[in-house]
């Protein structure tokens, strides 16, 4: 199977990679079932990038449909060891404004309905998650905005991700709740996959792409279907430039990270006791391991 370092997420809006070149679509087949889309494997100026629709290219899958488990590990088979992961979201902050980019370093969870873990069935594991993302990954990020210096968009380093079930969007109650815990912005998709990601030892940022004022904002009701479309559309063309700019960084000088030892004093029960079953189902986290 081809192989990629690193695996690219493409949010809502972000269907495809203009830049990468030598495209082969490639099934990846899970213990955990289908990914969300055929993975779409490539070169981007030199580097095997592995890109993934999260909603499918025709955004056919609500969040709390997505197969979250078998996306990351597909990523895990495809030999990837850095996640970016673009994501639309709302804003919580009057000064984190639509077209902005922010790359969190925590998140909140507020989802219902998610199973967000590999382990079970005679394997526990326990990762540690304070620090949620790879702060080298989401530095090499940030500076490549930076960089870029894109017109209309503001870099906002650092802040709290709110990750909400959905489909649904927020009730001003608890807008302005969030608003209170000083969160920064709100989506329904990154924490989730930051868990997995974690677990399965692949280092994981987020590249969170402003469409609009969550609802506590008093002109959030003036904003059209029309303009969030033209928000998605802007805010895919710049991440584009941003991931492609970011892959290259990280291709010359690729870094360390917690995350890809998060397993080595996680796991409970010793592995030689524990379902053979199991074992295979989960083969390609534990490995080395075993």
């Not at 590999?118 to 790879?134: K, N, Q, R, S, T």
């Not at 209170?180 to 912005?185: H, I, R, Y």
Request: glycine share 6%; hydrophobic share 40%; aromatic share 8%.
């Amino acid at each position: 199977m081809t192989q990629a370092r690193i695996g690219v997420i493409g949010g809502s809006g972000l269907y495809k990679m203009d830049a990468l070149k030598d495209i082969e679509e490639i099934e990846v087949e899970t213990p955990f079932g289908k990914p969300s889309d055929a993975f779409i494997v490539g070169n981007l100026d030199g580097t095997s990038v592995a890109f993934l629709p999260r909603h499918n290219r025709n955004h056919t899958l609500l969040p709390s449909e997505l197969p979250f488990r078998a996306n990351i590990y597909a990523m895990k088979k495809l030999g990837v060891e850095y996640i970016i992961s673009a994501s639309a979201v709302g804003s919580l902050k009057e000064e984190v404004k639509p077209l902005d980019m922010v790359v969190p370093n925590q998140f909140i969870d507020r989802t219902k309905n998610r199973v967000s873990t590999f382990f079970g069935e005679g394997i526990i594991a326990h990762i540690a998650f304070g620090d949620p993302v790879c702060n080298n990954l989401a530095g090499i990020l940030a500076s490549a905005i930076a960089s870029l210096n894109l017109p209309d968009v503001s870099l906002h380093r650092g802040g709290t991700y709110v990750c909400m079930e959905g489909p649904a969007f927020s009730t001003k109650a608890e807008s302005n709740l969030y608003r209170s815990w000083d969160a920064t912005v709100i989506g329904m998709t990154n924490l989730t996959e930051a868990k997995l990601a974690r677990e399965a030892e692949i280092a994981y940022a987020t590249l969170a792409l402003v469409t609009d004022y969550d609802c506590w904002h008093p002109d959030h009701d003036s904003v059209t279907v029309e303009m969030i479309v033209g928000n998605l559309q802007k805010n895919a063309v710049n991440a584009q430039k941003v991931i492609q700019e970011t892959v290259k960084s990280l291709s010359q000088n690729p870094p360390q990270s917690d995350a890809h030892s998060a397993l080595k004093y996680a796991i409970l029960a010793p592995l030689d006791k524990a379902p053979a079953k199991t074992k295979e189902k989960l083969k390609f986290l534990l490995q080395k391991y075993f």
